[in-house]
Structure formats: structure tokens, C-alpha cells
């Protein structure tokens, strides 16, 4: 079933009897080409390029929950390729492309909307490093603006630019950035993937990996074995805890981030705003309501919920570049579980274990990247070579020294 406009018509007139389920629910099978633990933005991504783009079907995604029920599903929807180092750029830039076309591709109503993202700065040697990170965007293909306090003025009047503590000078300004609706985008990917051929198997949590002679063959479930030619892991959060089911210790933590949306007001801010003295990030949702966030929580957690001390220094955030926002009503709050690498810079790659697949260690980043993940992860699963825009992405960085230190702010999750 192809969804177009004419479809929306029709089915209103014939009183949307021909709507049909959007994907299937099928039995898992004895054994799989590959499998996918974690149903969430980038196994259901990877699951769809191996597909479309690499011709392998046999495939399984088997998610412990319901598809999406990760963070795919509780993030602030914030796309973007802003990034400075050679490692990154290219990959973040990459998936922006692939968001630009992707509603297109996989026929499914994702909600890309590209308003821009303005990246504040307070001070002169912050203009600077803005910069040069805006030429970092624009030799790796993407666009990047900076603007003066005049130009900024004219796009955020509502910015309290003269705040005595935190006065803001201009910003740095991606205008193909924007946000995507997340959980369409989970839907959308699992939709792609159903339809050529892949089980999407809910409710099966991988407990454990077949291994012998250091050949790992499959895995097992809450719904028996399933053996495996490639098993690749994408479990977010719960990267950790999984992995360590193969023997693997990770250089990665999971802490908590939260997320808040106020009740529903007039469109008053035009695209995604970050402060740059501090963290804050906040855009408006097409119902009109202010969908921000700030740092994670301090410590380690696998919970999906945070705690005070956080939300007030969101809140203050927020009050310090527009304090228009005290006047708004918080409607909700929620939490989920960030798979925090020590530099800040993503996995994608094989494990010391044949057969065995990691890909992990997002941070608070992985919303923007789910296609480019995807078709890299299938890259490497399919072809057992590395997607030249992620070949950095590799799990023995920390051993070659290697890292990927995007904030260049030192080895702590909570400074990136
Ligand atoms: C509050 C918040 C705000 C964020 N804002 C942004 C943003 O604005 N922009 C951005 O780019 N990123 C953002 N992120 C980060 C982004 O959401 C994540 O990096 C990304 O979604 C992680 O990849 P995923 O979608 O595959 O994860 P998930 O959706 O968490 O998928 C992992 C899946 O694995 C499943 N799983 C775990 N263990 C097992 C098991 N043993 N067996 C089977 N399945 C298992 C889980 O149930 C889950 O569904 C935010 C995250 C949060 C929480």
C-alpha cells in the first residue's frame, strides 16, 4: 500500500475501511542472514538500507519492547550536521542528505521540517571558534551562516540579548537543520523494511549471544535461539548491559537525559535555538508547544526518568536567553537512557568476535544520525568493510588514541 494524498481522499470518501496494518507480525524463524538486537531509530534504519540498498532480506530486527519504545521515541527531535572534525562532519552531513529525501524514499509522512538551527555566541573567541566550524561545515558540502547580533535580532526579537551575565553577540546558523516527527521516523523505517521482506519481531528480548571458538552464531531470546550468520547489536542504552553479555566491557556510560514540552502557544520561535554559554536547546513542534531539553543527569542510570536538580538547570537555561519562557506552562516531562561514549563520538564497527556487530555510544546525538547510521551499519554488515564516512567510528580508538573529541572538552559524558 502507497500512501499519497489521492489515498488520504479516497479512504475519507469510503469511510477508512481499506487502512491496513502498517507492518507485519511474524513468528521469528530458526535462523536469519543477520540479525538486529534493538527495534529502535537505527536497527529499524539499518534493517531498512540493508534491504533496499544492499538486496539482503533474511533478516530480523528483534526489539524487548515495542518498536520505537527507546529513545527514538523520547528525543527533541533535533536534525542537524553542525559538527567541526573530519571524523564527524561528513557522516552527520551525509545523514542530513539522507533526511532531505528520505519521506520520498521510504513513502511515509516523517515530518522533516527544515527550519534551521542557531547556535548562540557570548563572546568574542566563541564567535571565532564558530568560525571555523562554520568553514569545517561548508568544505564538507553542508551550509552554515554566521550571523551578527543585527541578523539574529531580525530572526529571535525575543532573545535577551542584553542579559548582563550572558549577552548574546550572534550565532552560527545551519539553515538546513530543523527536526523530524521521531516516532513517524521509527514507523516510516520499519514500514521500508516490513515491505522488503524483514521480521520485525517485538516483544523478544535478547538474553544472551551463541558463541563457540570465538564465532558468535547467533543469539538467545525470550523466545528461544536464533541462530545468526552476523548478529549486529544497536541497543542504545542498553549497550553496556548487552554487550557484556559477550564478555565485552565498553567505553561508554548510560546516564539519563530529559526532555520537556510547555502547553501549546502561537509559533513564536522560528527554527532550533542553543545557548552557548551554557546547556539548553529548544524548538517549537508543529501543536505549537516549546520541546526543550539541557544536560543529562550526573550520574549513572538506566532508568527512563531524571531527577530535579536538572530540571531547574534546564529551566534556568531557558531563562537566561529568552525569559519569556517563565511565563509558559510545562505540559510534560520524560526521560531516557543515553549511551554516553568518552569522547563523545559514536561506534560503528565489527567486534573481536566473529560474526559479532556493535554499533552505540550516540550520547544525546543519535536522533539526526539514525539514517546515515543505518546505511553505514548495513554498509559494513553487508559489504564487511567500513562506509568511508564512518570509518572512524571504530571501538579500538581509545587504545590507538584515536578519539573522535568533538567538544575537544575531555573525557567525561557529561562534557559533551
Ligand atoms: C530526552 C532525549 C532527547 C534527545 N534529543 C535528541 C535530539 O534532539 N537530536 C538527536 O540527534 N538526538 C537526540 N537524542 C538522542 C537519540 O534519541 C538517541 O541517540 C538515539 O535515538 C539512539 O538510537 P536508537 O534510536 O536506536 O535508540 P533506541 O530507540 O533506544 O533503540 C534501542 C532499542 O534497543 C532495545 N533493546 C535494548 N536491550 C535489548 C535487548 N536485550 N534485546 C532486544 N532489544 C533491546 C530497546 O528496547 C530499544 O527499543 C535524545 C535522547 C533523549 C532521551
Redesign the pocket.
Known sequence: MRYSGMKVLWEGLTGNRGWKPVWREPEPKKSYDIVI????????STAYYLAREFGLSNIAV????W??????????????SNYLLPGNEPFYELSMKLWENLEQDFNYNAMVSQRGIINLYHSDSQRDAFARRGNAMIMAGADAVLLDRAGLEKQCPFLDFDNARFPIQGGLWQPRAGTAR?DAV?WGYARGADMHGVDLIQN????GFLIEDGVCKGVE?SRGAILARKTAV?????SG??MSKAGMRLPIESH????FVSEGLKPVIPGVITFGAGHF?ISQSDKGGLVF?GDIDGYNTYAQRGNLPVVEDVCEGGMAIMPMIGRARLLRM??????MSMDGSPFIDRTHIDGLYFNGG?????????PA?GFCYAHLLARDEPHPTAAEYRLDRFISGRMIDERGAGAQPNLH
Open positions: 538486537v534493538g527495534g529502535g531509530g537505527h536497527g529499524l528483534l526489539e524487548k519492547g518498536l520505537g519504545s527507546g529513545n527514538i521515541g523520547r528525543n527533541t527531535t533535533i536534525i542537524r521521531h521509527a523478544c528480548e535478547v538474553t531470546t544497536c541497543v542504545a542504552g542498553s548491559r548487552v539519563a537525559l530529559q526532555a536547546y531539553g520524560w526521560g531516557g537512557v543515553m549511551d550516540w550520547c544525546y546525538g543519535g536522533f539526526k544520525a539514525t547510521s
